[in-house]
């Protein structure tokens, strides 16, 4: 009965909640069920939700509502999937009456027995919890075919004192490395793999009782289908000489690190159980920089933890400007039940939180600008994602920027395909984009 009916998939949050989202339709895909991207027409809807943060819970709930909807139109069942009911059931089960199953972060297998209780019995079910994490291993990307991302761990053993992540997902497991070469290996032409987990670099410790990172590095780098790699969420105490070194020499991997920092200032890094230091993390880049000259590194920060004092703020502001980032991510903190630092005091009021964020971003406008002017003139490789179609050019991206989180290079070209590789001239930058064109491009510049 299920395989007649037609199913929608809605994700929501992070890369790493994407994946799980494509797992799923992988495994509906398996069963024969049939899929549309028009909410009107499906029978089923699927949300897939993050519930990390206060106002991603508030979008998942936004979107479930909306979803509601279509109960009018052709909607049949409403599932809802992912962290928010793992972590949050006993709070939503009975207030979203619009909701007919619930499923938590490792109950996708049990989605058919879900939905068949649920037709059956006229009732709305709670499966949360009764899934057995299996590692699903079919899958349909909903990224544009030239990317893709590879999780390759789930869970966080660092129990930042902001964060909930392990209450939702557990402690850290590696999933097996013969899983993740097939998975990778299935892809087919891939021009670019982004390597996402909560904490990348610990792979493997839990799995086979050592770091084997490196060793997983290695054996993507060796699929001929994998053209380049990209390294997200790089924990900074975990980044070894090793890894530095396979970096460095490994020409598949793009010369870039996400390594998230969160703070700079020592005394908020151990009230956030961060393991780092200011100069641990100067000394760090500096090696790194050593070592891969022109390396991008990436990094987030959080601004308004509780007890942040003005003068630790300015500190951070003065990092910023000091280590000279390629790209930054800020966030005003987000005071969430069930961390250690909810009932820390005093709490930031949200204005406070709000300016220095916005500062934040302006001191890193200023050092992303000099960074970027330093290409103008010069011949750079990007990736080609697509078209840009109000300003009439192609949309490329270089080595230092990810998808969707960084900037891009917009580009002028006689043709270009996305997913091919192209080698451009810089005519200007911003404090986040690059406007260029190919050499062979005798059109105007528009840009």
Known sequence: MLKDKVFGVISLGCDKNRVDSEKLIGLLKDHGCTMTNDLSKAQIVIVNTCGFLQSARE???????ECAEYKTEALEKLVVTGCLPQKFIGELFDPLQEVDVFLGINDYEKIFEALQASYEQEERINYV????????????????DHYAYLKIADGCYNHCTYCLIPKIRGKYHSYPMENLIK????LGETAELIVVAQDTTRYGEDLYGKNQFVELLRRLSALENIQTIRLLYCYPDVIGNELIEEIATNDKILKYMDIPLQHSE????????????????????????????????????????????????????????????????????????????????????????KRRVRALYAAQEVVAAEILNAFVGKKLEVLCDGIDYERGCFIGRAYFSAPDIDGKVYFHAAEAMQGKRYTVIIDRADSYDLYAH???????LKI
């Open 129 to 144: 919890g009764k899934g057995n994490d299996g590692y699903l291993k079919s899958r349909v990307l909903t990224t544009d």
């Open 59 to 65: 979008e998942a709930i936004e979107t479930i509502l």
């Open 266 to 353: 020592n005394r908020v890094l151990k009230l956030m159980n961060r393991k780092g230091t200011r100069d641990s993390y100067l000394q760090l880049f500096s090696k790194l920089r050593a070592r891969i000259p022109g390396i991008a590194i990436r990094s987030t920060f959080i601004s308004g933890f509780p007890t942040e004092t003005e003068s630790e703020f300015e500190g951070m502001l003065a990092f910023i400007r000091e280590a000279k980032l390629f790209n930054c991510g800020f966030f005003a903190y987000s005071r969430e039940p069930d961390t250690g630092a909810y009932r820390l005091k005093p709490q930031i009021h949200h204005a406070t939180k």
């Open 438 to 444: 190919t050499e062979d491009y005798e059109g105007e």
């Open 183 to 186: 998975e990778a290996e299935e």
